[in-house]
C-alpha cells in the first residue's frame, strides 16, 4: 500500500515543502497538493518537484472546469516534464458554489465533461493532431462559433510520458462508474471501508467491466487523519469542523454531494442535522453533531491495534494508497508517523 499526505493549502506550504525530504526518507510515496479556491496547485507543485526527488506529485484536485481541457493537458506534460515523470493528475468537478461562485464558469454535464476532458488530455499527450467532436468540447472550434481560423494542432513538445496517470475524485455512483471504466485512480473522499461495497460497489463493478486492459487495475486512494497511540482518541475531535464543512456547507440543500454520501452512510437524521445548523450559520453546533462513529471509521487514531484493524478493513475493501494527515505537535512526531504506518503496510 502506498502512502501518501496532502499539503494544506491554507498556510504554512514553504515550511511543509522545506520538510518533504525528510519524508521522503521516512518512506512517503505521494504528496497531493489541492486547489480549491486557495493559491493556485499547479506552481506551487512545480516548487514541490524542484525540492524532491524521488516523491510523485499529484494535484488533488485540479477543476476540470477554470481550465480548458487542452490546457489541463499541457500543464500535466509540462509537470511531469520538470519531475521526470513523476506526475500524478488529479481531476474533480469541485461543485457550484467554487466553479459558479469563485470562477463565474456555468455548473453544468460534470459526469459528461469529465470523460471528455480525460480523452482530449490523452489525445494531447499522444502529440496526435488534436481534433475533438464532443457534446460539450468542439476542437478546432468551427466558424459559426468563432473565426473558423482554427487549426488541428499537436503538443510541440515530446511529453516525458503519453499516458500520465489521471485520478479522479469521485463519490455519485454515474461518476464512480466513469472513474473505474476511464482513470488509473479513484479519490473519493470520507471513506468508511465497511460501508464502500454497499455504497460504491455496483458502480465500481460497472465502470471496471468496460475498463480497457491497458489501464491496469485501478489505484484507490482513501484518505485518513493518522495518529497512533493509547492516549490519542481525543484527536477525532480535530475531523469534526472539516466533516461539518463538508457536510452541512459545501453546497446548497439538495446539492450537497457530501450530505448526500452521509445519509448513503446511514446517518440520514445526522446529515439533516448537520446542515440544518451549518446554514443557520451554527457551525460549532454542527461539528458537534457530526457522530462520533462516522469520524473513528474514516480515521486512523487511536491504538496499533486499532490501526491495525483499520489497515486490515482498508485493504480488504480494495484501498491500495493510503493519504494521510499525520497529527502531532513537531515535525519530528509526524515524521515516525510516517515511518510507523509505512512500516504496518509494508
Keep these: 500500500m502506498r502512502i501518501g499526505m496532502a499539503l494544506k493549502y491554507a498556510g504554512g506550504f514553504k515550511e511543509t515543502v522545506a520538510e518533504l525530504a525528510d519524508y521522503e526518507k ?61 506526475f500524478v493528475l488529479g481531476l474533480g468537478a469541485s461543485g457550484p ?46 466558424a459559426g462559433r468563432g473565426t473558423g481560423l482554427g487549426k488541428p494542432l499537436k503538443l510541440i513538445n515530446h511529453p516525458v510520458r503519453e499516458r500520465i496517470p489521471i485520478v479522479v475524485a469521485a463519490i455519485g455512483p454515474k461518476n464512480v462508474e466513469l472513474t473505474a471504466e476511464l482513470a488509473e485512480g479513484w479519490e473519493p473522499i470520507f471513506y468508511v471501508p465497511e460501508k464502500a461495497a454497499d455504497v460504491w460497489g455496483a458502480s465500481l463493478a460497472a465502470g471496471r467491466a468496460k475498463r480497457a486492459g491497458d489501464l491496469g487495475e485501478l489505484d484507490v486512494i482513501a484518505q485518513a487523519t493518522l495518529a497512533i497511540g493509547d492516549d490519542v ?54 461539528a458537534a453533531a457530526v457522530p462520533m462513529e462516522l469520524l473513528e471509521k474514516m480515521s486512523l487514531i487511536g491504538s496499533e491495534g486499532f490501526i491495525r484493524d483499520r489497515l486490515a478493513a482498508l485493504k480488504e475493501s480494495g484501498v491500495t494508497t493510503l493519504n494521510v494527515t499525520p497529527i502531532a505537535g513537531t515535525h519530528q512526531d509526524r515524521l515516525k508517523l510516517i515511518e510507523k504506518i509505512k512500516d504496518l503496510t509494508a
Design 233 to 286: 482518541s481525543g484527536l477525532l475531535e480535530f475531523g469534526r469542523p472539516m466533516a461539518a464543512l463538508y457536510i452541512g456547507g459545501m453546497g446548497a440543500k439538495g446539492r450537497n454531494f457530501y450530505n448526500d454520501l452521509a445519509r448513503r452512510y446511514g446517518y440520514e437524521k445526522e446529515a439533516e442535522l448537520i446542515q440544518d445548523l451549518y446554514l443557520e450559520g451554527k457551525k460549532d453546533e454542527a
Design 26 to 86: 521516512a518512506g512517503l510515496d505521494i504528496v497531493f497538493v489541492a486547489e480549491a479556491y486557495s493559491f493556485d496547485a499547479v506552481s506551487q507543485m512545480g516548487y514541490i518537484a524542484a525540492r524532491t526527488e524521488r516523491l510523485q506529485i499529484a494535484s488533488g484536485i485540479l477543476p476540470i472546469y477554470s481550465r480548458t481541457p487542452a490546457l489541463l493537458a499541457m500543464t500535466a506534460a509540462g509537470m511531469d516534464h520538470i519531475s521526470d515523470g513523476r
Design 97 to 142: 458554489q467554487v466553479i459558479e461562485g469563485f470562477h463565474g464558469v456555468p455548473y453544468d454535464a460534470p459526469l459528461g465533461r469529465t470523460r471528455e476532458v480525460i480523452e482530449i488530455c490523452r489525445k494531447v499527450w499522444r502529440r496526435e493532431r488534436l481534433t475533438y467532436d464532443g457534446k460539450h468540447y468542439t476542437l478546432p472550434l468551427p
